[in-house]
């Protein structure tokens, strides 16, 4: 069983929806990372969290530790938000889950 | 502009011929490291160091090496490429003192062994 598990594993949405990903994992973290990835492979970096929530823009990010579980938000999707969305954690080195495809149409 | 380059973005090559991928960062991070990304894997670890001339191994390192002699460089070395090494590969680096900076990721490599 992967230590970080995603879902859904894909996920379509109409332009404007409210998009929730979600991500739970087994281990110990000191942080958790939620990163984009480009239809061209590129990766970046949306949020870091340790505790509590975190908003860019439309984007919300919020961790439950007790839980283990950590949500991507996005309001008002659009059609440029179709991505693949990987959740990571710390602990002791970083770990990966296998990623959600969002695509979102208009 | 603060960035990771991997060099080259594509590669495709024969089983057992050499090849390095280079990987640079101007952002004086400490930390760097090499992922493999496959499908329904997602991202794994092969090798990250710490600091210049410092290395560890991550969770695939076999068949791959690396070096670390000047801060800003890291590079990937498959001695002997097997088609199993067919995969996008990416470089990271981080501020190497906090647990809990960002990482940032070059734009990928992606490379096909035959």
């Known amino acids: 069983k992967n230590e970080v598990e995603q879902s859904p594993q894909n996920l379509t949405a109409q332009e404007g929806e409210f998009i929730t990903i979600n991500c739970s994992y087994s281990?110990?973290?000191?942080?958790l990372h939620w990163l984009q990835q480009h239809p061209g492979g590129g990766i970046v970096s949306l949020f870091m969290?340790?505790?509590g929530k975190k908003k860019h823009g439309r984007l919300i990010a919020t961790i439950n530790i007790q839980e283990k579980h950590s949500s991507l938000h996005i309001t008002a999707s659009h059609p440029r938000d179709s991505a693949v969305y990987i959740c990571?954690?710390?602990?002791?080195?970083?770990?990966f889950g296998a990623g959600t495809r969002l695509t979102v149409k208009p | 502009e603060a960035q990771v380059t991997q060099n080259p973005r594509y590669l495709i090559t024969v089983t057992g011929k050499k090849l390095t991928v280079t990987c640079s960062q101007n952002?004086?991070?400490?930390?760097m490291s090499w992922y493999r990304q496959d499908p329904g894997l997602g991202l794994r670890q092969i090798y990250y160091?710490?600091?210049?001339?410092?290395?560890d191994k991550g969770d695939v390192p076999e068949g791959y090496k690396v070096s670390r002699k000047e801060k800003r460089n890291f590079p990937l070395i498959l001695e002997s490429p097997s088609p199993n090494q067919t995969s996008l590969y990416f470089c990271?680096?981080?501020?190497?003192?906090?647990?809990?900076?960002?990482?940032?990721f070059g734009n990928g490599t992606r490379l096909t062994v035959t």
């Open positions: 990271a680096s981080k501020v190497g003192s906090s647990y809990n900076s960002p990482l940032h």
């Open positions: 281990v110990g973290i000191s942080a």
């Open positions: 969290l340790s505790s």
């Open positions: 990571a954690v710390r602990s002791g080195d970083m770990r």
């Open positions: 952002m004086n991070h400490e930390y």
């Open positions: 160091s710490m600091n210049v001339e410092v290395t």
